[in-house]
């Protein structure tokens, strides 16, 4: 399957993160034909587009602008009546995903057409862009484009001489892993520690401020102009029905060209390594990520599963970010899953106990494990930490933070028991130093 550059087509071109980059390949044409639509007629070809969500869960873009209550003629009160506002999430933050901020880096243009169109449709006049702190570059990027849009009458007042007024605010958030999280960072954003709310009431309903909101990703806002431009029929023509469209796959690891992939949903893992280069010469593939860290682990069976929402469900993860982290057989599964559950421990925001405690635990027996100081019971009990934090929390943070240790022992519980042993790690380089040494002495 050919790579397909929607999204990424500006990211080669020269400066193409300025203005007059972008109003060279069509910037802001989506934008004017928006203007001249009514707002439930853009919702209506998001829906039909079927686009959804980019951030991960995969929901409906469409459908969500829709659950926005609007105002009905003789209504005194209610959600309909209180201000609409349009969140951006661009907290990225799951580990091996690198898509969010390649957007925002070389086209912030396309995010910024975006969150004007998606505002529009909701009838919302405060967009806010939640960037993850430690992202400076991107951060003075976006906050670079945001300036150059507001001067050429894209933002602010009177929108292209519409009558619409959209005011964006970019906020940097603190570098909290859980802010990616929408509640979490609504919370944020109000000045509150980030940590997930309590749904029902959903944002639709009671966000920011108690009012209606959206938050959409960064790509799923950037899919919205060419959307608009080109119609949801020529969207549907790229990727399976449910899930047509194109990703951007962050490809990872123990490939020789690692990097950003733009190919149609559906795109299946044998494919993109035919495009990265593949498996680093003299290995092969052991284990890998279709979404993230947060999603359970697939092996080298899983290389023809299409990689869209329903494709990787089907086979037993989660599409996710479609961050693609390869691990060949030189690769220790106890070492990466250990590195995964230290830093959800670090990130966990505390406020559920299975998670909070649950995490730190895993996290003393998996250094057990690899320094070969456990035994086989330690590992029957990573299973049974694991069941007491999955369903149990109130956001996905303990379900993602258990994914790749129940993942890891169903495909790897071998791997797992090679360790109880003194001296730990089969895989360990000085081990396997002192192995390939006695051989030839032999």
Known sequence: MPLTPVLSRRWNDRESWTLAAYERTDGYLALRKALTMQP???????????????????????????????????????????PKYLVVNADEGEPGTCRDLPQMMNDPHSMIEGIVIASFAIRAHLAVIY?????????????????????????????????????????PGAGAYICGEETALLDSLEGYRGQPRLKPPFPAVSGL??????????????????????????????????????????????????????????????ELLEMCGGVREGHQLKFWTPGGSSTPLFTDEHLDVALDFDGVAAAGSMNGTSALMIFDDGDCIVRAVG??????????????????????????????????????????????????????????????????????????????LDHLTPGGCPLDPARVGERALAGSRS
Not at 149 to 163: E, F, I
Not at 243 to 267: D, F, I, K, L
């Open 40 to 82: 439930d007629e853009i919702t209506a070809v998001v829906k039909d587009s079927s686009l959804r969500g980019r951030g991960g869960a995969g929901f409906p873009t469409g459908m969500k602008w829709g659950f926005i209550p609007q105002a009905k003629p003789g209504e005194t009160s209610g959600p309909g009546l209180k």
């Open 131 to 171: 960037v993850r702190g430690e992202a400076v570059h991107a951060l003075r990027r976006v906050r670079a484009a945001v300036a150059e849009a507001y001067a050429a009458g894209y933002l602010g007042n009177n929108v292209l001489m519409s009558g619409y007024d959209l005011e964006v605010v970019v906020h």
């Open 209 to 270: 401020y108690s009012s209606p909101t959206v938050v959409n990703n960064v790509g799923t806002l950037a899919s919205v102009p060419p959307i608009l431009l080109h119609g949801a029929d020529w969207w549907k023509q790229m990727g399976p029905e449910k899930s047509p469209g194109t990703s951007v796959y962050s490809v990872t690891g123990r490939v020789v060209r690692p990097g950003q992939y733009e190919a149609p949903m559906g795109t299946t893992l044998r």
């Open 339 to 416: 590195r995964w559950i230290k830093f959800y421990a670090h990130e966990s925001c505390g406020k559920c106990t299975p998670c909070r405690e649950g995490n730190p635990w895993m996290v003393q027996i998996l250094d057990r494990i690899e320094r070969g100081q456990a035994t086989e019971e330690e590992v029957d009990q990573l299973l049974d930490i694991c069941d007491n934090i999955l369903g149990r929390s109130f956001c996905a943070f303990g379900d993602g933070a258990v994914s790749p240790v129940l993942s890891s022992i169903k495909y790897f519980r071998q791997e797992y």
